[in-house]
């Protein structure tokens, strides 16, 4: 069925005289009237700002205008910055290791970044010519998006060159420990704080070292609080993790990362929200040799002194984040090792560390070394498993990955654990999927898919772990981030609209001859395409 629909789509695009996957760029944002992306005018967003980097004063991206950030722009406490449907912003690239240009709204300020499914707003580097050939194996090449909220925080407070923290505040990683990078509420934390709303947006290319162990993450969110909205966002090539969650109690749905250098999804410090419909698809290791964890879950990264040391009851300051609905999907290799064949670090579904807690339910793994991993020591996650603190139900987990391992020397996975898992919990180890294909291949440098991807199983995998009635979740009563016989939800507007690798979930395009239009000489090149299917 792949190759079916792979060729049919190479036959439209060859007939047409153009490469389809340019065309969702080089048109973005024309049915909310934005003008072809070339023909934009571009502004450095250093003439709006302050001598210091500040957005003092509220302020509009009209999506005929592309923003260039020449600077780490830092919306400030009381600001806000609306970027309209449709709207280009590019990181101007600077060298790795060097402080790089990113997007920071601050405590108090907010971002309105409210795409629409066929006007997204898409966030990537300054190379980039949006018209669909951009290399996916380019990765750091800016900042990144960060968001300092006011919510809770597990962290001892301390000093970073001339700024200094109270215990539940913390300095973002990757900024240089500037005094406006301080995130969380401190002893009153505001855990419903808003930061706004960042919806269908697309992140791409960023995600540098500043220093030696300090790393920018595509989007990094700091204590950020439930009244902040996250939905339909996707991480795409990034050269450390996707999404970082230092803490807060945003909630967060229809998240993607493809090809990042690192984890995929990162929990640290006291996240405490909750997640549905998550994708994860790592890199060939020839594009991305990093490339660890699907998760990093730790709990609180050293807070424990603070908070009053270990226990086996619930930690008002540990992670404790709710998830449902993930597919997760490795790149194959099994092992650390580093060399040809391998990925660095550890290849895990789920990595859970330093004292996380938290629930995951009804996801899909496979491509890892295993589908979950415990640390074990005297008083990390392991024991929290064993004090039902993790919870880990109805999940499919398919070979090359296996179950459920613990990493220590002196600390073993039972037979008892394993009842447990694949009895009690739930979960199931098979060779297959109907209808579910994770093995891929893809050029880094020319973006041409080789061999794609079908991570729709031919029927909905059927669960007991049904997601809580909340008023957040959506009711969904299968196993895995897509439901069978309908459009994923990445369909139009996300980055497998201009790399094929998922088929079924790249539009019919529109912009035929790649002219920034939509017109009759696209209706005649359609017309002689007519038969031929797309969604």
């Known amino acids: 069925m792949k190759n079916l629909f792979s060729t049919l789509l190479a036959g439209a695009a060859l007939a047409a005289g153009v490469v389809s996957s340019g065309n969702a760029q080089s048109n973005l944002g024309a049915d909310c009237g934005c003008p072809p992306v070339a023909s934009r005018p571009t502004k450095n967003v250093s003439v709006i700002s302050d001598a210091n980097a500040n957005l003092t004063a509220n302020y509009y991206f009209f999506c005929d205008t592309t923003y260039i ?22 990181g101007a690239v600077t060298g790795v290791g060097v402080p790089q240009n990113s997007l920071i709204v601050t405590r108090g300020g907010k971002l309105i970044a409210d795409g629409t499914p066929t006007c997204p707003i898409v966030f990537t580097s300054s190379n980039d010519p949006m018209n669909g050939t951009y290399p996916l194996g380019n990765r750091g090449e800016w900042g990144g998006v960060q968001i300092l909220g006011r919510a809770q925080l597990a962290r001892i407070g301390g000093t970073f060159g001339t700024t200094t923290t109270v215990n539940g505040e913390w300095v973002m990683e990757g900024l240089n420990n500037d005094p406006r990078s301080v995130f969380g509420g401190g002893a009153t934390p505001i855990n419903n704080d808003n930061s706004g709303i960042i919806r269908y947006v697309s992140i791409r290319h960023a995600g540098g070292s500043t220093a030696a162990n300090t790393e920018l993450n595509g989007l990094s969110l700091g204590a950020v609080g439930s009244g902040t909205i996250i939905e339909n966002v996707e991480i795409v090539s990034n050269d450390d993790d996707g999404i970082e969650w230092w803490g807060g109690t945003v909630n967060g749905k229809y998240i993607s990362n493809l090809f990042v250098n690192d984890d995929g999804f990162d929990i640290d410090m006291d996240f405490d929200g909750k997640l549905q419909f998550l994708f ?175 991570v729709v199983p031919t029927s909905n995998i059927a669960t007991t772990c049904t997601p809580p009635a909340d008023g957040f979740f959506t009711p969904a009563n299968y196993r895995g981030a897509f439901e069978a016989g309908k459009k994923g939800w990445l369909n139009k507007w996300a980055y497998t609209s201009v790399v094929n690798i998922i088929p079924g979930l790249a539009p019919c395009p529109t912009d035929l001859n790649a002219d920034g239009v939509t017109n009759t000489s696209d209706f005649l090149l359609f017309v002689a395409q007519f038969n031929l299917s797309c969604n």
């Open 280 to 454: 994860g698809l790592k890199a060939p290791v020839s594009i991305a040799s990093g490339g660890e964890s699907g998760f990093e879950w730790d709990g609180d990264e050293g807070a424990s002194t603070w908070f009053g040391g270990y226990s086996s009851a619930v930690s008002t300051w540990r992670s404790h984040p709710v998830v449902y609905n993930a597919t997760i999907i490795g790149n194959g290799s099994t092992s650390s090792a580093t060399g040809t064949g391998f990925t660095t670090g550890n290849p895990f579904g789920v990595s859970f560390k330093s004292k996380a807690e938290g629930e995951i339910y009804n996801s899909i793994f496979t491509g890892f070394n295993s589908a979950f991993n415990l640390q074990a020591s005297t008083d990390s996650s392991k024991l929290l498993y064993d004090n039902n603190l993790v919870k880990i139900g109805c999940n499919h987990i398919i070979p090359n990955t296996k179950g459920i391992s613990a990493t220590a020397a002196n600390v073993t996975f039972t037979g008892a654990d394993s009842v447990r898992f694949f009895g009690t919990d739930a979960n199931v180890s098979v060779a297959s999927i109907a209808g579910f294909d994770a093995s891929f291949d893809v050029n880094g440098s020319t973006n041409q898919v080789t061999n794609n991807i079908d």
């Open 69 to 90: 950030l020449n600077e780490k722009l830092y919306v400030a406490n009381g600001v806000t910055l609306t970027i309209a449907p449709g709207t280009v912003v590019k």
